[in-house]
């Protein structure tokens, strides 16, 4: 039995050699492959006989056996491209498709916009993430990244936020519809937006009515009202502004407020934002000032927009999605969700580079880039193979070395065989 039994324990070298050999291929196979994770092959002794029992010592081994194909989840890496929807992860983690087969989990980045606007793996396969209400903040309702239109809607301006600062110097005035320029303190035009997208000419006219007290009347002409004639003022908002003896802001009054501009939908609401005055709990900082020098309108900013057509497309370093249109308007549209495993090693692979969730990997905990252990999505970006080519080859150098060595277990003990069936004769 002892000269029979060095047999099959050069069997199981040659066994186990020969599966080192298909992990070693494997790796070297894929090291060109986008987000491929090398594996290593893991060797156990076989059951061993002892001439004691359970005493132990005294024993002789049974040969090997490959026990475990453990898959490194080193970082691969990143080389930058010029493709705007090739991303890379830069930490732990992998992006999350919809295959076939259910969820499943890659690390390979080298997506595309299908024909229906859905980013896709190279194949087809949707990719999950984060996606933004209507206002363009990103949502935590998972779903597919897709460009669900390349026209953006037109949008009725609903606030115009204007910092200035009003002189205290002034004399109060009454102010005279007819004749608004010579009888207002200060006045300045906004442009803003109606419901269908058409662009109008809004005049802040400011009256100062008491010490620190002013009044505000935005008026259109009446080429763009409702009922009125060119050349003719009509006063849509008025209100009240009252400061402090610092200059600050104290209170802000509406008392009027209804847009109807010709040709658009009527009773449109545009709030002035002035800044939050001190009633609001402001500290006057970030509101517009009555100080004792020139009025001077240093900035405004209004929130709508014409409509426009998708000009080009974008991911920033936070894996968010965002689409420039050619009216000047940038929206989010969609963040790339990552998934996180507590065991890494525990996930099986699927082929097509994909991997898919087991119960020793546990359940994927999908959240946003760069939290909780997460990795950074790096955009125009793709991770490469984590496979060395020099350890590789030195590995399969190794593996080839230990098959000689078992045929020499095996052709060695074939002599001495052949030893003992020469005794007969």
Do not use: C
């Not at 009003?166 to 442009?191: G, H, K, M, V, Y």
Request: no cysteine; aromatic share 8%.
């Amino acid at each position: 039995m002892g000269v029979l039994g060095s047999f099959n324990i050069g069997v199981s070298g040659l066994r186990a050699s020969g599966d080192s050999m298909n992990v070693i291929g494997d790796n070297i196979a894929n090291a060109g492959t986008f987000g491929f994770k090398g594996s290593r092959a893991e060797f156990q002794d076989m059951l061993s006989r002892s001439f004691k029992g359970i005493d132990g010592g005294d024993q002789i081994g049974s040969g090997t056996k490959l026990a475990h194909v453990t898959p490194k989840f080193t970082q691969g890496t990143v080389s930058r491209t010029d493709n705007i929807t090739d991303l890379a992860l830069d930490g732990a983690g992998f992006f999350a498709v919809k295959s076939p087969w259910g969820e499943a989990y890659t690390r390979d980045g080298a997506f595309r916009f299908d024909k229906e606007g859905h980013l896709v793996t190279g194949d087809g396969y949707r990719v999950q993430g984060f996606s933004a209400d209507a206002n363009g903040k990103i949502t935590s309702k998972k779903s597919d990244i897709k460009l669900a239109t390349t026209t953006l809607p037109a949008k009725a301006t609903e606030e115009v936020t204007v910092l200035m600062n009003l002189d205290s110097r002034e004399i109060a005035t009454q102010f005279n519809a007819e004749n608004p320029l010579d009888s207002s303190n200060f006045n300045s035009s906004i442009t803003v937006f109606d419901n269908t997208g058409t662009q109008r000419v809004v005049n802040l006219h400011f009256n100062k009515t008491a010490d620190n007290a002013w009044e505000y009347r935005a008026l259109v002409d009446g080429a763009d009202a409702e009922g009125a004639e060119a050349g003719q003022l009509i006063e849509m908002a008025s209100g009240k502004l009252q400061f402090n003896s610092k200059g600050q802001l104290q209170e802000v009054v509406e008392n009027t407020n209804s847009f109807n501009f010709k040709g658009a939908e009527q009773g449109q609401k545009i709030k002035f934002n002035f800044g939050k005055t001190i009633a609001d709990g402001g500290d006057g900082l970030d509101a517009i000032t009555q100080y004792g020098s020139k009025s001077s309108l240093a900035r405004h900013t209004q929130d709508g927009h014409s409509a426009g057509s998708l000009g080009s497309m974008s991911f920033n370093d936070d894996g968010i999605l965002s689409a420039s249109y050619d009216n000047g308007v940038t929206k989010e549209l969609a963040q790339i969700a990552v998934a996180r495993f507590d065991n890494n090693e525990g996930l099986f692979k699927m082929g097509r580079n994909l991997f898919k969730e087991t119960l020793n990997s546990g359940q994927a905990a999908l959240g946003k880039p760069g939290l909780d252990g997460r990795g950074n999505v790096l955009s125009k970006s793709i991770e490469l193979s984590n496979v060395d080519i020099a350890d590789e080859f030195i590995n399969l150098m190794n593996a080839q070395r230990n098959f000689q060595a078992n045929t020499k277990t095996i052709s060695t003990t074939d002599q001495m065989l052949q030893e003992i069936i020469g005794i007969k004769r």
